[in-house]
């Protein structure tokens, strides 16, 4: 099946995390040092908070003040209602990675994977911490040992989904009343774990690179492949039943717009990082899909 491209923004650095909140997407733009909004054709695009420390995941407490990562400082910033930013969590101590994509759950508490290594400075990977931050900023780590934990979700019956990008797998979690992560089960597995840990020849061995992802409503998982250039629908057991081509390469992606059934993905020609500081090549692109977004973010 072929899904018509659209794009909906473009001329900026390297999009990641969009959300669909309040009616409207949201997203950081590492590059740009800035989390922005826009209505969901693209148009009245606003600047939501700007972050010199390089912006990554994003949610919202229950009490709907932002939350953002500040991935070069290791913190979880707070938006106050008059438009400042503080120090939710320090997360510094608790990484040895930049901390990188996030998902809050209902009671405000934030899920938080990290690299675990230089992965700009080319060193060879090292396996990663998943963080906890309470809605007070305190700061508990609830799994170790994942292979790069990126983009995550948590399905409405309580379920934690997290992709390990260089694993070739997403792993699930129950999640208890109090926060702690148990069960812990592979949902999909697209290869077996790499043998190589540096990058180059790790990325050989990388089938599906599963970066930033989103749930519909019939259980499975819109995936951003980091390498393959396409986002994949995938269903518990690591069946894929759909696979959109984005003609460039792909990071992330969310559902939403008003019937939940656009599909927005946020695309750049590579992830190095000098060369997307240096270009404004990122952009927004959406399709149409057929099961509309379930859990969150």
């Known amino acids: 099946m072929s899904r018509e491209i659209s794009t909906a923004i473009e001329g900026l650095a390297y999009l990641e995390c969009p959300r669909w909140h309040d009616q409207r997407i949201w997203f950081a733009d590492f590059y740009t040092h800035r989390v922005y909004s826009a209505a969901e054709d693209g148009g009245e695009l606003r600047v939501e908070a700007e972050v010199s420390q390089q912006p990554s995941g994003l949610g919202w407490l229950p009490d709907n003040r932002l939350l953002v990562v500040s991935m070069r400082d290791t913190r979880v910033l707070r938006r106050e209602p008059g438009g400042a930013l503080v120090t939710h969590a320090d997360l510094s ?4 990675g930049h901390p990188n994509d996030m998902v809050v759950d209902a009671r405000g508490r934030a899920f938080i994977g990290e690299f675990g290594f230089d992965l700009m400075g080319g060193e060879s990977l090292e396996p990663a911490v998943l963080l906890r931050v309470d809605p007070d900023g ?9 292979w790069f934990p990126n983009g995550s979700v948590i399905t409405d019956d309580g379920v934690l989904l997290v992709c390990e990008t260089f694993g070739n797998r997403v792993t699930a979690f129950d999640i208890t009343d109090g926060g702690a992560l148990v069960n812990r089960r592979t949902w999909a597995e697209f290869g077996g774990l790499p043998t190589e840990k540096d990058l180059e020849n790790l990325l ?8 930033g992802c989103c749930l ?4 499975a998982l819109w995936i951003a492949d980091a390498v393959g250039g396409r986002i994949l629908r995938v269903h518990e ?15 992330a992606c969310m559902l939403g717009g008003a019937d939940g059934r656009t599909l927005f993905m946020c695309a750049a020609p590579d992830f190095h990082e000098e060369a997307r500081k240096n270009a404004r090549e990122g952009s927004l692109l959406t399709a149409r899909v057929d099961v509309p977004r379930a859990g969150r973010p």
């Open 216 to 219: 519909d409503a019939e259980g």
């Open 138 to 146: 305190a700061v508990t780590t609830v799994a170790e040992d994942l």
């Open 237 to 251: 057991g690591g069946e894929i039943s759909e696979e959109i081509p984005a003609g460039t390469g792909v990071f």
């Open 204 to 211: 050989r061995q990388v089938v599906v690179a599963s970066d």
């Open 93 to 96: 101590g608790k990484v040895r």
